[in-house]
């Protein structure tokens, strides 16, 4: 592929997602690491009402989220390492519903019924620049997170937030050297702190050091002490 026909428009927006071909394209350099985990995502029926709450539960192979789709219905992410992901995928319906009930716990009472499952490897990748001659690079195809703490969609909504502002103040040309460069520091921070806050919070979870006790004594306080809690709740949902 080539870009030639940015020649032709004052502004293209790349938001082609983590294997961007515009980004690669450009041969825009990229900070990657690939975490050895492997997601499965599907979702389930519980017995329980969900109430509208979201729940994610820290395991030593990866984080596991169930989302609210409605009543009783939920989305359900679960991070494993990659072997044990290809393994659980072949799982009957009964055996991955067992498996997936016991690392989540009683809460919700007997999980019933499970949908199609999906593998997604999970990756960061953090572009080094997120722009060009008149192109700009955003949301996955900018920066792809972990999915622990569930930022990267809130991420990539704060980069489109910034272009439309970006973009109404450069009326005349947003794809000029001075928009694309006012862009670029508007996000330069929140890019860096949130990909930090990530990528610190897996391998925090993973390690293979003997900090079980450490990583026990940080969940409980962020559950009972109240500062604590609303400093993590405030960084993980992208508050700026
Ligand atoms: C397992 C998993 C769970 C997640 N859970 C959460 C969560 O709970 N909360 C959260 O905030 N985030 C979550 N995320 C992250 C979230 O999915 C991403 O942040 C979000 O999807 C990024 O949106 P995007 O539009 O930038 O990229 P994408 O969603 O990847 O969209 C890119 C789009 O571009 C299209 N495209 C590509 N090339 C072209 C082309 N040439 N022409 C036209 N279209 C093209 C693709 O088809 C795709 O539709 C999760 C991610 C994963 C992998």
Same mark, same amino acid.
């Given at each position: 592929?080539?870009?030639?026909?940015?020649?032709?428009?004052?502004?293209?927006?790349?938001?082609?997602?983590?294997?961007?071909?515009?980004?690669?394209?450009?041969?825009?350099?990229?900070?990657?690491?690939?975490?050895?985990?492997?997601?499965?995502?599907?979702?389930?029926?519980?017995?329980?009402? /969900?109430?509208?709450?979201?729940?994610?539960?820290?395991?030593?192979?990866?984080?596991?989220?169930?989302?609210?789709?409605?009543?009783?219905?939920?989305?359900?992410?679960?991070?494993?390492?990659?072997?044990?992901?290809?393994?659980?995928?072949?799982?009957?319906?009964?055996?991955? /519903?067992?498996?997936?009930?016991?690392?989540?716990?009683?809460?919700?009472?007997?999980?019933?019924?499970?949908?199609?499952?999906?593998?997604?490897?999970?990756?960061?990748?953090?572009?080094?620049?997120?722009?060009?001659?008149?192109?700009?690079?955003?949301?996955?195809?900018?920066?792809?997170?972990?999915?622990?703490?569930?930022?990267?969609?809130?991420?990539?909504?704060?980069?489109?937030?910034?272009?439309?502002?970006?973009?109404?103040?450069?009326?005349?040309?947003?794809?000029?050297?001075?928009?694309?460069? %006012?862009?670029?520091?508007?996000?330069?921070?929140?890019? %860096?702190?949130?990909?930090?806050?990530?990528?610190?919070?897996?391998?925090?979870?993973?390690?293979?050091?003997?900090?079980?006790?450490?990583?026990?004594?940080? /969940?409980?306080?962020?559950?009972?002490?109240?500062?604590?809690?609303?400093?993590?709740?405030?960084?993980?949902?992208?508050?700026?």
């Amino acid at each position: 592929m080539t870009l030639a026909r940015s020649r032709f428009a004052r502004l293209l927006v790349a938001a082609d997602g983590t294997d961007s071909a515009i980004r690669t394209t450009l041969g825009i350099p990229l900070q990657q690491h690939d975490y050895g985990q492997t997601a499965i995502v599907t979702a389930v029926e519980v017995e329980r009402d /969900l109430d509208g709450c979201a729940y994610e539960r820290f395991t030593d192979s990866g984080p596991m989220a169930l989302l609210p789709l409605d009543r009783r219905r939920a989305g359900l992410v679960m991070a494993l390492t990659t072997e044990q992901a290809a393994s659980v995928l072949t799982m009957a319906d009964e055996e991955f /519903l067992a498996f997936a009930e016991q690392r989540f716990g009683t809460r919700l009472g007997r999980w019933r019924k499970v949908g199609q499952r999906q593998l997604w490897p999970l990756h960061l990748k953090f572009a080094e620049r997120v722009t060009d001659a008149r192109i700009v690079v955003i949301g996955n195809a900018a920066q792809t997170i972990h999915p622990i703490g569930a930022q990267g969609f809130n991420l990539g909504l704060r980069d489109a937030l910034a272009l439309a502002d970006v973009v109404a103040a450069h009326r005349a040309d947003a794809g000029s050297v001075a928009a694309l460069a %006012e862009y670029a520091e508007r996000r330069r921070e929140d890019r %860096e702190r949130t990909t930090r806050f990530s990528d610190a919070m897996v391998r925090f979870m993973a390690s293979d050091l003997p900090i079980g006790p450490l990583r026990s004594l940080a /969940l409980l306080s962020a559950e009972h002490v109240p500062l604590l809690r609303h400093a993590l709740v405030h960084a993980s949902m992208g508050f700026r």
